[in-house]
């Protein structure tokens, strides 16, 4: 049996640099994992791959990232290593705290965990760069957490340069009860919009890899916001509101839904948590919200 945690994340800053022939988008995003996590069990005496999550709403059947993740580490596998467990199962239990489709990459989280645990039980197989390229045929954020850390993300998300960001923050972060389509949300992107930067890709990635104490706080910018909200206006309303009385800066993670909040002070922190988690039906969020007062994950970069 392995138990891992298998983190969440959030981009500090998302730009849309361009789209591709594919259909899909280029981005310049700073992510960074979270101390909200999964828990993750593994049980590798089953002959074949079965996933069990506490989460009603996410399924356990091959549809599921993770499943996934099992199937193709087992196809990679070099036959000399698969004699250890001639079975190619494992039972994979999840006990589900990230909201599934709030833009926090509880799934592909899932789906990087699998995969290391599975390298770890068959005697590592597989360099890390390798499974991060296996990860990359699973989802474009899957190589992000095999890496771990902080990293700003290029391409679809798939060119990562480890960031040594300096982030003495908590983080207030707002799950409003509902996903949004990240597809739909890319296909809504106005690239007119997108085009005024406010600083330099390359001036900002040179500070961020130079150990320098950067205030990420001047740099949160999230460029898909303004296409999720036209295609979810209450999520607009969820921002204004919390906006109004808690008079703080707000941050969507992702293609949304999450909101998220930085705080330098914890009993700052801890009072707007307190606010939020008593205007939540002022909020117009739905019975399913989470709130969640977490932390930046401690980097081993």
Not at 15 to 31: K, Q
């Amino acid at each position: 049996m392995i138990t891992l945690h298998s983190p969440a994340k959030i981009n500090l800053f998302l730009y849309v640099t361009a789209e591709r022939e594919d259909g899909f988008h280029d981005l310049f995003t700073l992510m960074t994992e979270l101390s909200l996590r999964d828990d993750m069990d593994f049980d590798f005496k089953k002959k074949d791959i079965s996933v069990q999550c506490s989460h009603p709403q996410v399924p356990e059947d091959n549809s599921n990232l993770a499943f996934k993740a099992a199937e193709l580490f087992f196809n990679c596998l070099p036959l000399n290593f698969a004699e250890k467990n001639t079975n190619r199962g494992v039972g994979i239990k999840i006990k589900k705290i990230i909201p599934p489709g709030g833009g926090l990459g509880g799934g592909s989280s899932n789906a990087a965990c699998v995969l290391k645990a599975m390298n770890e039980w068959y005697g590592f197989p597989f360099s890390n760069s390798f499974l991060m390229k296996m990860g990359h045929k699973l989802g474009a954020d899957v190589p992000f957490f095999i890496q771990g850390g902080n990293a700003i993300a290029g391409g679809i998300g798939e060119k990562l340069e480890i960031c040594n960001i300096y982030l003495p923050y908590y983080i207030l972060l707002v799950y409003p009860g509902f996903s949004a389509s990240t597809a739909a949300v890319y296909k809504n992107v106005d690239l007119a919009l997108t085009k005024n930067r406010k600083f330099n890709n390359n001036a900002l990635l040179n500070i961020c890899k130079s150990h320098k104490r950067l205030d990420i706080k001047g740099y949160l910018h999230n460029d898909l916001e303004s296409a999720a909200y036209c295609l979810y206006p209450e999520l607009k309303a969820v921002k204004d509101k919390m906006a109004d009385f808690l008079h703080e800066t707000i941050f969507m993670t992702g293609s949304g839904s999450s909101f998220f909040i930085l705080f330098s002070d914890y009993s700052e922190a801890e009072n707007a948590f307190k606010k939020v988690s008593g205007q939540w039906k002022t909020l117009g969020m739905t019975p399913e919200n989470k709130i969640f007062l977490t932390s930046f994950a401690e980097c081993e970069n």
